[in-house]
DNA sequence: GACTGTGAATGACTTCACAGCG
DNA sequence: CGCTGTGAAGTCATTCACAGTC
């Protein structure tokens, strides 16, 4: 039924470390740190020592033995393992204030992501720009994703209409999805979806406050 | 060390899966749907059905063999879980564009979320109203905060700002937040931190692009 | 016959703990 | 010495598989 056997190189755990350790090691390069101990850099996370090892090791970078790790070496390592050593041209789909505010957010730079493309179906938003990219029609999805490449959308449009844009996307030759409507999307094999759930993730919050509090 | 064990009745996994299934449920209610198998429920839901039938057995939310389990039954049961049969009063911090967005979202009805409170600390933007709600000065926190009986709070403020907003919400007596911001808060024991990194999540699409196509 | 609820098996991630290097 | 890198052990979650119920 699987196929051939997907190589995953990297616990999903740890893969999802990786941006807030970069993101460390890039506030510790700034601040003129240049070595660091998996120690005093765990500790600083607010994760384990042994753990942040462990991560280390499944990309191969090494540290020394008696001094640590170099924060320019890991920086750039784990940048290279995320695959940001390359442009990543990026699709907002939908336009309203939650849409617009992800278009206008500056700090995808860093990151090498680039926001090439914003659509909405109301074509009254058609032509409106947002950060010097004009939006354009979902339907026109086919062919802006084309020309600019764009491999990764953002959903931020209605949950009612979430799964018709997933659909539509997946068809525009996009395979990568990242979701802010609370609905399961169905996409076929192949295409990766993320859940961004702000509901949900405050629904998390009120049940732990009474498990853990009063 | 661990002083009296806290007792962890559900698995955090489990937990992050419940407002998943609520959704789905509420959506099979609305439906007409008054009764599913762990087997029709999961495909819906791109889970495994034991997996589905232990997160329920955890909750002590029993089917019925050989005929499945009460719609209504497993959508109130959900909800009671995880707290939201009462009012959670809400606070957003930071009015940019990302703030104003998750201030005027008006899903959280439905979860019994209410914004009750929105801080900035630009004195142009203190008066301003979002939804029906004031936005107030950050140093007016601790009195907007005890006066509305505020447990949850958003931090949507720009990365450098987000540590003293924290350390701001926990001395106005919040326990609880999600922050939007690309770093890693220090909170003392007891508060509860959930992030929430959208580019954090685009660069782990960007990973998962590479390892499983080309 | 259809489906639940759950021990037992498996698998995945984390942590320990220490040999070995600089 | 200090600190890494990693087998081995431990912990936690998922999946299997089936006895038991309706």
Known sequence: MEG????????????SRLPVYRQKLRQLREDGVDTVSSLE???QLGVGDAQLRRDLSYLRLLGRPGRGYG???LEEGITRALGL???WPLAIVGCGSLGTALARY???ARDNLVVTAIFDIDPAKVGKKVRSVTVSHIDEAPR????TGVELAVIAVPSSAAQHVADAMVRAGVTALLNFAPVALAVPAGVIVRQMDI???LQILA???IVENG
Chains 1, 2 share one sequence.
Do not use: M, W
């Open 85 to 87: 050593d390359r442009r």
């Open 144 to 147: 802006v994703i084309a020309e």
């Open 207 to 209: 049940h732990l406050k």
């Open 106 to 108: 500056e700090g995808y």
């Open 41 to 43: 850099l765990a500790k």
């Open 4 to 15: 051939i056997a997907r190589q995953r190189i990297l616990p999903l755990e740890t893969l």
């Open 199 to 201: 509901s949900a993730e």
């Open 71 to 73: 924060v320019r070496h």
